[in-house]
């Protein structure tokens, strides 16, 4: 069953502009993914976020997690036509090898 | 680059056809997985493998069929598919089924008509 939800479902920014997208999860979890597709392709990992962490930062990513309100955030600053993209998070249970994907935030840039 | 390779990246069938997805990895990983994505839904686990046995098949119609021959191979044996099958198939491998990053291949894009 899915376990992550994002929000929202599309966003539409300019470039230079940052992009935030939340992610919410029903049971408590091991650790807590983000992944990017672009169109038509297959999902690239970006950042990996443990249940200990509050906070991780790679390159112009930034990503929260608040387990006490089973939450997560994916920041992208100075947004980039090329991060137009499907953005997914997916939260790992440790009981279970299922990762389970959400149905993704669409992100448009705008040049 | 991502290590998973799938082929072929588009297929068009007909209902009676018998066909097949092949994903292979590179990566040394000890997992595999099959993945379904349709348009506005969560990816659907269809199914995976740990070192070559299969661990989970989570409900999938027995019109796919997975095989994996060694821990660098997956294929998905399709057969007597229905129209909603249509979808993009996504092969993923992991070092083990725990908890670990998912490298994902480029998918291959099914119509079934």
């Known amino acids: 069953s899915q376990q992550g939800e994002e929000d929202p479902q599309a966003l539409s920014i300019q470039e230079g502009e940052n992009a935030t997208m939340n992610c919410s999860y029903k049971?408590?979890?091991?650790?807590l993914q983000w992944y990017r597709q672009n169109s038509g392709r297959g999902l690239v990992h970006l950042i990996l976020?443990?249940?200990?962490?509050r906070e991780k930062h790679s390159g112009r990513l930034r990503v929260t997690l608040d387990t006490s309100k089973k939450s997560s955030s994916l920041l992208i600053t100075a947004s980039r036509a090329a991060d137009t993209a499907s953005y997914f998070c997916a939260t790992d249970r440790g009981n279970d090898y299922k990762l389970s994907f959400g149905a993704g935030t669409t992100v448009t840039v705008r040049a | 680059e991502t290590g998973v390779t799938q082929t072929p990246r588009h297929l068009v069938m007909g209902m009676t056809n018998k066909k097949s997805l092949k994903c292979e990895q590179h990566?040394?990983?000890?997992?595999m997985y099959w993945y379904k994505q349709s348009a506005k839904k969560p990816l659907e686990l269809m199914f995976v493998y740990s070192l070559e046995e299969r661990v989970e098949n989570n409900s999938v119609p027995s019109r796919f069929s997975p095989e994996c021959p060694n821990s660098s191979h997956l294929f998905l044996h399709l057969h007597t598919l229905q129209p909603e099958d249509s979808a993009l198939y996504l092969c993923?491998?992991?070092?083990?089924?725990?908890?670990?990053?998912?490298?994902f291949g480029e998918g291959s894009w099914l119509t079934v008509v």
């Open positions: 993923a491998s992991s070092p083990s089924v725990s908890g670990n990053t998912i490298y």
């Open positions: 976020i443990r249940s200990n962490e």
């Open positions: 049971t408590s979890i091991n650790n």
């Open positions: 990566l040394g990983h000890n997992a």
